[in-house]
């Protein structure tokens, strides 16, 4: 009873703060947020406290709490079990321990899925590139040893995980990451990358060069896990997809497409224009998600597409990023999103009422 009385008050709580910090989000103005299709909330207007105080009280801080114990046992069982290893060397080698490492996560991201009432589905999509690539593109295609990249939209703040518990892929985290205690090895372990942030020419040089220099020992060798990069910057509500940025596409590999699509709800988990705590709030209180992960077939780029589509971009790898893009949409039936991710965060910085946050930009739509 001491435990219930205690969530209770504790849910209560956190619901009220949480709609405390999405008042703007609720009251809709068709006028704004209508200029922001793709990084709008479509929820909110239906969110009402009587839908949420029951999962607030009975569901949130238990799952909250029992998400906590399962990432805690994750990173303790993985800094344990790669005792003796230097990833400053490079990444662990094929074998028993990484095998038993791979199926704890699996184990653990499995766990955090139940609990946080997401049901995942994997579906692969038979997908023709003939208008992209040409009609005799399967014959031609260069044979490599093991796929080295994977493309997906980026909607929620469980999408990482979603992917681990079902592809197990790795990923290309900012190189932040690489000395942050625990957290790193973590990331470690399942074969990624860091790539460095910033705007200088110097640092995209050498985060181009990390993704070409892995791109190629995968192809070329077999070894190590393909990487998942979200090619759009940034994440969307899930109806469309953003233009995707050079890294993935500069070095003409192969790539395997892969979107989300996480069915409707009363509310989304989509990280677009919220804080993150109130949306982990809010997405806890609610009972059930469902996610499918569609898998598409293999693209590699030729003469054909950079011929034949020629007018679809000034460089090679704007053209093959159009192409992947255009077909994912085409795929999920996504939306294209031309809003730059500049504008998303002057929106963003309104809806939060960050201080001194100006009203968004007034432009017109071009989809």
């Known amino acids: 009873m001491i435990y219930l009385s205690v ?53 949130m801080p238990t799952r909250l709490l029992l998400l906590t114990i399962d990432g ?53 999509i038979n997908v023709d590139y003939s208008y992209y690539l040409g009609e005799n593109y399967k014959k031609n295609m260069k044979k490599i040893k093991r796929t080295s990249t994977i493309v997906s939209n980026h909607v929620s703040w469980l999408d990482a995980v979603i992917y681990i518990k079902n592809i197990r892929p790795a990923f290309a985290p900012s190189a932040e990451f690489r000395n942050v205690p625990l957290l790193s090895t973590l990331i470690n372990v399942i074969d990624s990358i860091y790539i460095p942030r910033g705007g200088s020419e110097e640092k995209k040089a050498i985060a181009l060069q990390a993704i070409r220099d892995r791109q190629t020992l995968i192809e070329d060798t077999g070894k190590y896990a393909p990487f998942l990069i979200y090619a759009e910057g940034g994440t969307s509500n899930g109806t ?43 997405t806890l209180c609610w009972a059930c998600y469902h996610c499918d992960v569609c898998v598409m077939p293999d693209i590699q780029p030729n003469d054909y597409l950079f011929e034949a589509h020629a007018d679809k971009g000034q460089e090679r790898w704007e053209i093959y990023a159009w192409a992947v893009r255009d077909a994912m949409m085409k795929a999920g039936n996504f939306q294209p999103c031309n809003i730059p991710l500049r504008t998303k965060i002057l929106y ?20």
């Not at 800094?79 to 290893?85: A, K, L, P, V, Y």
């Not at 963003?348 to 017109?364: C, D, L, V």
């Open 72 to 124: 805690f046992f994750l990173t303790t069982f993985v800094s344990i079990f790669t005792i003796g290893h230097n990833f400053k060397k490079g990444p662990m080698k094929s074998g028993c321990r990484k095998w038993i490492l791979y199926f704890m996560y699996h184990v653990c991201t499995s766990f955090f899925l139940f609990v946080t009432g997401i049901n995942t589905s994997l579906k692969y």
């Open 240 to 282: 469309g997809i953003i233009k995707f940025k050079k890294g993935a596409f500069f070095s003409e590999k192969t790539i395997r497409p892969m979107f989300l699509k996480y069915r409707d709800s009363t509310v989304s988990p989509a990280f677009d224009t919220m804080e993150f705590l109130p949306l982990v709030i809010l």
């Open 348 to 367: 963003e910085a309104f809806m939060q009422r960050k201080k001194g946050a100006p009203e968004p930009p007034q432009h017109t739509v071009k989809e």
């Open 7 to 59: 969530q209770a008050v504790v849910g209560i709580i956190a619901i009220e703060y949480a709609f405390a910090r999405t008042k703007r989000f609720r009251e809709v103005d068709e006028g704004r947020d209508g200029q922001y299709p793709h990084f709008r909330r479509h929820d909110a207007k239906h969110w009402k406290r009587w839908k949420f105080y029951p999962g607030a009280m009975f569901l």
